[in-house]
């Protein structure tokens, strides 16, 4: 077992090419997304999912508002744009 960041990194380094051909299925609320693996670097593991707007209206009007869905239209709704100061 892996027991530290660099140790994690390196093996992450190592099969790069072979882990960005995986998926990684993670639980929101009461479903399981899957992320692709897009990109694997000397600091970080990024993941990648596409969410189209018409799939998050259809999940939350089926019912589940407490998934990623829900979570992406919050986070939308409550975006407001920050003032500048000159």
Do not use: C, W
């Not at 077992?1 to 380094?13: G, Q, Y």
């Not at 019912?63 to 829900?70: C, H, I, P, R």
Request: proline share 1%; glycine share 6%; charged share 40%.
């Amino acid at each position: 077992m892996i027991d530290n960041a660099d140790d994690l990194r390196d093996k992450a380094n190592e099969f790069k090419t072979e882990l960005k051909k995986q998926s990684l299925s993670v639980p929101i609320g009461d479903e399981e997304y899957d992320f692709r693996v897009s990109g694997i670097g000397q600091k970080s593991v990024k993941l990648e999912k596409y969410v189209k707007f018409d799939e998050i209206f259809e999940v939350i009007e089926s019912g589940n508002d407490n998934g990623l869905e829900a979570i992406i239209k919050q986070f939308i709704e409550d975006y407001e744009e920050e003032d500048e100061e000159l």
